[in-house]
């Protein structure tokens, strides 16, 4: 199964040492539960390869933003890829230090600019001249004089599905190469910014990591020139987007092996290099539990009803996303083919289509896996539904660190 931290006991299956029925039992469902360790395990995997080397590893939190998880890697020494002010205030709710945060993304408004720079952010990417300009002003007024790097778009193909694709000229993310270089020879025209770094981020759920290594040639190729020109870039930020496995067959890249080739490449080049990585260390951490509501036969499949839907996992209806769903208990069984679906009032709600899967029934619970990422940061209130509760599991022992939503928490601010 794509899922680490996760193993069966006797057939049933365990977060770390936790019961998922034992969970499910006081959480209720749905909820998401994840294996801190798992986080640990695959950020230290990072770090541990780039030892040699100067480095940062910033966590994009996008992936998953809850505090309990921001604090677990805050504490563990993280940087975080922020993409909102929104974003760097959860950050700082957690522990975070500004200092260590980079702040990325294509529309960042003035008002979010002028907060992250009150807040001490030690970074900003920027993708656009305009925005250089506004950051220029506003950093000019509030006394600071922030690192930045200029996203670049390499302009190459991450194989990977075409909305989180990124490096792609067609794509709205970035700078032209050409353009960027235009714009770092003019360095002194946005004072007191320090241009002092290269960023790039072609996408996303990429398993193919010769990208990467193309994005870095073209990267160090731009870096160099600047040099030259007599620039001082010694930032190499090369963003995030290793794969994960969500079908058992799926082969992905190896943290340590891909950071480690990237540490051998940057020996010696004067450059501290910041990786970006979201869903490499949280995906595989998490799953959504769900309990089975009906089931309901039709003409050529089953159609499995559960409590978890679209808005609580949206990657299946976005993405055609695969996630495995399992159930708790193991036991033999036939299998059907079979729709499992949510309560939500679209086709597109489900969590599996035409899937070969054994024929669970009412009350059941189901573990749809390699939601750690990408799962509750896009969760809804559609069809004013509650947002799911989430467990941080470390060890043998487990806590809520979201309650689910009440009824009142559905309406809060609102008035009539
Ligand atoms: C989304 C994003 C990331 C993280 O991507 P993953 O595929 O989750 O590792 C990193 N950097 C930027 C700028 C992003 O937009």
């Not at 000229?169 to 910014?193: V, W």
């Not at 309901?296 to 009803?305: G, H, Q, S």
Request: hydrophobic share 40%.
């Amino acid at each position: 199964m794509p899922l680490s931290g996760f193993e069966r006991r006797h057939g049933e299956l365990y977060c770390e040492g936790a019961s998922l029925s034992a969970i499910a039992e006081k959480a209720d469902t749905p909820t998401y539960v994840y294996s801190g360790t798992t986080i640990l395990d695959n950020y230290r995997s990072y770090a541990a390869a780039l030892s040699t080397l100067p480095h940062e590893i910033h966590y994009a939190v996008k992936a998953n933003s809850s505090l309990g998880i921001l604090a677990l890697l805050a504490r563990e020494g993280a940087g975080f890829d922020i993409v909102s002010g929104g974003e760097l205030f959860r950050v700082l709710q957690a522990g975070g230090d500004p200092a260590r945060v980079v702040f990325s993304g294509v529309g960042k408004t003035r008002q979010e600019l002028v907060y992250a720079l009150e807040q001490g952010t030690g970074w900003f990417n920027c993708e656009s001249e305009a925005e250089l300009r506004l950051l220029a002003e506003l950093a000019s007024d509030a006394g600071a004089a922030p690192s930045v790097a200029l996203r670049v778009n390499p302009n190459v193909d991450a194989q990977t599905h075409p909305y989180i694709a990124t490096g792609l000229s067609a794509h709205k993310f970035g700078i032209d190469i050409a353009e960027a270089e235009r714009i770092y020879r003019r360095a002194d025209e946005f004072a007191p910014l320090r241009l002092e770094g290269v960023s790039c981020h072609i996408g996303s759920q990429i398993f193919n990591t010769q990208a990467f290594f193309d994005a870095l040639d073209l990267v160090l190729a731009l870096i160099e020139r600047l040099r030259d020109d007599g620039a001082n870039i010694t930032q190499l930020d090369l963003g995030g987007g290793l794969g994960v496995a969500y079908k058992p067959s799926d082969t992905t890249p190896v943290i340590a092996d891909y950071a480690s080739r990237l540490a051998a490449l940057l020996q010696g080049r004067g450059l501290k290099l910041t990786l970006e990585p979201g869903r490499s260390i949280v995906g595989q951490a998490g799953v959504l539990l769900t309990r089975v509501l009906y089931r309901k036969p039709a003409a050529t499949k089953t159609f499995i009803v559960v409590d978890a839907a679209m808005n609580d996992l949206l990657r299946p209806a976005l993405y055609q996303a695969h996630h495995e769903i399992v159930p708790v208990i193991d036991r033999q069984r036939p299998n059907l083919r079979a729709d499992v679906v949510g309560p939500v009032c679209e086709s597109g709600d489900f969590l599996a289509k035409d899937r070969d899967m054994p024929d669970v029934q009412p009350g059941e619970l189901l573990a749809a896996a390699t939601a750690g990422a990408y799962g509750f940061v896009l969760a809804s209130n559609y069809n004013a539904r509650p947002r799911a509760a989430e467990v941080l599991v470390e060890g043998d022992r487990w806590r809520i660190i979201r309650d689910r939503e009440s009824l009142d928490d559905l309406i809060r601010g609102e008035r009539t």
